[in-house]
């Protein structure tokens, strides 16, 4: 089945993030490609340490010391490459045309300041508009969240909501200046799985109602299959696999990809003992000259011990990087 493509919003071509510590380079994406459309959801998954937060930080201009951005990557936000503008430049583009979210909202909500001077804040900070009219947005936003009360909310103090209220006004906050990029980072791994779903839902209703994209990490396949259009699959700082969602869970190709499927607990049914990738990611600072995965892969052969693989189109919008299927598709 045919994708139908929406409009491109983000083009992220050859990214490389090193952090220069005292042990040495530590290439934490190295050579990242993939685009993300209007109104689609691109989840990004793998293991702990394969880069999907750097790669989110790297977008948001959010990359410190002693991480940088090396030259020559670029991520393409219409005209404007993202990996080279401006402090001013990121911080206008940042919490306007593209906001985040995090796993835990204290990371992004400050403990003493009211909900709906947050909010008002944010609006004012981007746009010109009056202090009444950005708290009437705010109680607006609020509500649209699922929050109950908001007029009483704003007054409130974060530290006098729930987890799940505290995501909602954060996810309210992400959204004040209706984002064209919402970068969501595991925004439910701390919340109960009821309020996991009613967030989950209310990203997703966002999504229809104001054609933002989402860029989405997550370790839960689960959430994948529910909220996902696209997947991209990373591995030691590289996107190994990008297909359309259906083709990731009925078509896998790479064998880190069916290995992660053999693995996730959430594609389970109860009980069943799960397989494990055995090993471990390698150290960023020491990197293999051949696949990064050959150690681990159960298909690994003589070449992919002394070379990279190339990416391969193997279907439409479905690319993989691995030797396996180096004689398949094309390579656009
Ligand atoms: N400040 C830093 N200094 C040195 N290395 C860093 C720093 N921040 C991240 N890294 C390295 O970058 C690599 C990628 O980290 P990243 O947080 O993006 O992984 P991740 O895939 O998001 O993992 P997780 O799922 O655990 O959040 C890791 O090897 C990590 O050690």
């Given amino acids: 089945m045919e994708q139908v493509k929406n409009k491109k919003i983000l083009d992220v071509q050859d990214l490389k993030v090193y952090f220069y510590t005292q042990r040495g380079v530590s290439k934490a994406v190295d050579g990242n490609n993939f685009r993300m459309y209007e109104n689609e959801t691109l989840a990004i998954v793998g293991e702990s340490g394969c880069g999907k937060s750097v790669t989110a930080m790297s977008i948001l201009g959010l990359v410190d010391e002693p991480g940088k951005i090396v030259e020559g990557s670029k991520i393409m936000y219409g005209d404007t490459n993202l990996a080279t503008v401006s402090d001013d430049e990121i911080r206008k583009i940042r919490g306007n045309d593209i906001s985040m979210i995090f796993q835990e909202?204290?990371?992004?909500?400050?403990?003493?300041?009211?909900?709906?001077?947050?909010?008002?804040?944010?609006?004012?900070?981007?746009?010109?508009?009056?202090?009444?009219?950005a708290n009437e947005r705010a109680v607006k936003l609020l509500e649209m969240v699922g929050i109950a009360r908001p007029e009483k909310i704003v007054t409130n103090y974060p530290h006098q909501l729930s987890g799940g209220m505290r995501q909602r006004v954060m996810i309210a906050m992400a959204l004040a200046c209706n984002p064209k990029l919402l970068i969501a980072d595991e925004p439910t791994t701390a919340l109960?799985?009821?309020?996991?779903a009613q967030i989950l839902k209310l990203m997703n209703d966002l999504k229809e109602k104001t054609g933002t994209s989402i860029?989405?990490?997550?370790?839960?396949?689960?959430?994948?299959?529910?909220?996902?259009?696209?997947?991209?699959?990373?591995?030691?700082?590289?996107?190994?696999?990008?297909?359309?969602?259906?083709e990731i869970f009925k078509n896998?190709?790479?064998?880190?990809?069916?290995?992660?499927?053999?693995?996730?607990?959430?594609l389970s049914t109860g009980g069943e003992?799960?397989?494990?990738?055995?090993?471990?990611?390698?150290?960023?600072?020491?990197?293999?000259e051949g696949c990064y995965f050959a150690d681990r892969c159960p298909n690994c052969m003589?070449?992919?011990?002394?070379?990279?693989?190339?990416?391969?189109?193997?279907?439409?919008?479905?690319?993989?990087?691995?030797?396996?299927?180096?004689?398949?598709?094309?390579?656009?």
């Fill in 192 to 196: 109960d799985v009821t309020i996991q």
């Fill in 215 to 246: 860029m989405l990490i997550t370790h839960d396949l689960g959430v994948v299959a529910q909220m996902a259009d696209h997947v991209n699959v990373m591995y030691a700082g590289k996107v190994v696999e990008t297909a359309p969602v259906f």
């Fill in 273 to 288: 003992r799960l397989e494990t990738i055995e090993g471990n990611v390698p150290n960023p600072i020491n990197l293999p």
């Fill in 302 to 332: 003589e070449k992919c011990k002394k070379a990279q693989p190339k990416d391969v189109k193997v279907a439409s919008r479905h690319h993989v990087s691995c030797f396996l299927y180096e004689n398949e598709g094309g390579n656009d």
């Fill in 252 to 266: 896998p190709k790479h064998p880190y990809t069916k290995g992660l499927m053999a693995s996730m607990p959430s």
């Fill in 105 to 133: 909202p204290m990371t992004s909500l400050n403990p003493v300041f009211t909900v709906g001077r947050q909010i008002t804040e944010n609006i004012l900070l981007h746009e010109d508009v009056s202090k009444e009219e």
